[in-house]
């Protein structure tokens, strides 16, 4: 149980394109989940959290209008990252939170994010 | 501010040679103290949730075990297949918190056969 899934899991696009990224809980729903950016040999860095049905809260420094996220069900959640430049090429990663008495965080395989 | 100390970095084992790993915290009301494994280019897999001090859990080879202070990652006899960084998060009880997690910096455990 608790399977999450991201889609895709690599992408290369052109600088200046937006590229969308999904998050999905497969076996269970979320009303809340995480999206986190992971440099090179360090931990994963939390950039914002995703409510279903309310706005994103982002982490200070992380830029709202350049990351968007949209969390439009309680199995999906998206996150765009709008006019993509070469400095946001990362590995991002998804996160659902289970809920029931046990808040645990379970995480999608990634996506690896190349802009040319 | 929640805080959490990952130690060593890196560890080389042999197959079979049996360690252990160890991650401090400060957090303000402990929720949860959560272990994780990451391979190279895949997100972390959920391992073990801590939550209080006493509490003890296994899975396979791994044991973990939590403290006030610290969590240690207990690795019997390990296999090149445990090779892998392991991740220690708290989730802490601060108001607003959100459920957010305070990830360590991880352990690179690689064994070698």
């Known amino acids: 149980g608790a399977v999450v899934s991201q889609h895709p899991s690599r992408v290369i696009c052109k600088s200046g394109t937006s590229v969308k990224i999904e998050c999905r809980s497969l076996?269970?729903?979320?009303?809340?989940m995480f999206w986190y950016r992971q440099f090179p040999k360090q931990s994963l860095m939390l950039m914002a959290t995703s409510n279903e049905g309310s706005k994103a809260t982002y982490e200070q420094g992380v830029e709202k209008d350049k990351f968007l996220i949209n969390h439009a069900s309680l199995t999906l959640s998206t996150l765009t990252v709008t006019s993509a430049h070469p400095e946001d090429s990362s590995f991002y990663i998804c996160s659902a939170l289970t809920s029931g008495g046990f808040y645990e965080q379970y995480f999608g395989p990634g996506t690896r994010l190349t802009v040319t | 501010e929640d805080q959490v100390t990952q130690s060593p970095e890196a560890l080389r084992l042999q197959e079979g040679e049996s360690s252990s790993l160890n991650c401090s915290y400060t957090?303000?009301?402990?929720?949860?103290l959560f272990w994780y494994r990451q391979d190279p280019g895949k997100g972390p897999e959920f391992l073990f949730t801590l939550y209080s001090a006493g509490e003890e859990k296994e899975k396979e080879r791994l044991k973990a075990t939590l403290t006030k202070k610290e969590s240690f990652l207990h690795i019997t006899a390990p296999k090149p297949e445990d090779s892998a960084t392991y991740l220690c998060?708290?989730?802490?009880?601060?108001?607003?918190?959100?459920?957010?997690?305070?990830f360590g910096k991880g352990t690179l455990l690689t064994v070698n056969p």
């Open positions: 076996d269970f729903q979320a009303t809340t």
């Open positions: 957090v303000s009301g402990l929720r949860g």
């Open positions: 998060a708290v989730q802490g009880g601060s108001g607003g918190s959100n459920y957010k997690l305070t």
